[in-house]
């Protein structure tokens, strides 16, 4: 009895346990700390509100245009295809900064908003997080992923999905996808769940 009993709430602390709890394969082989909650990102927290409001729209800063016909175009498909598609599709909007396009220095756009307006490194990766989680993939496999591009010197933005052992990497600055640690000039910072972040360090 004792032992059913030990087994049953061993189960239900393994249900219970956070996204975070889970052991993610390296990224750019860096070590990650993971914590809970998202309000010390407030321009992700504020875009996640704005999408989960979000009604279809179609005027000077924003459409739905596409975003159906890509979504229907890729259901069913295998989950490779997905990545693929979503990230060859959305690479191709166009590259604008935000001061130019919205005023400030630091916008983070719905995907709805990209469409419309374009935008740079963080919209591309937060409109192909949104479409493969429409898809069915599970946000505990993705990550906005902010780095530092040490060949250019310069922060960047990308999307990471996991497949299985492998991270992937869904980049506005390179045309396919490959395995993010094939890539060796990008230096981790912090990595962007739903509900939680994590800190990376060499």
Known sequence: MMRAAVIAAC????VSLPAQARMYPPIFNSKEFANQGIKKFPKW?????RWNNA????DD???VDGWADLLDELKGKDRMTQIKEVNRFFNGE???IDMKNWGIEDY???PYQ???MDGDCEDYAIAKFMALKALG???EDMRVLALRDLNLDVGHAVLIVYDGDTPLLLDNQIKTVVPANSVKHYMPIFSLSETGWWLHRK
């Open 94 to 96: 166009r590259y604008i």
């Open 61 to 63: 800063e924003c459409t």
């Open 137 to 139: 993939v599970p946000t």
């Open 45 to 49: 927290g504020d875009m996640l509100k």
């Open 108 to 110: 983070w756009a719905t």
């Open 11 to 14: 189960a239900l602390m393994l």
């Open 114 to 116: 990209f469409l419309k």
């Open 55 to 58: 009604a279809p729209c179609d």
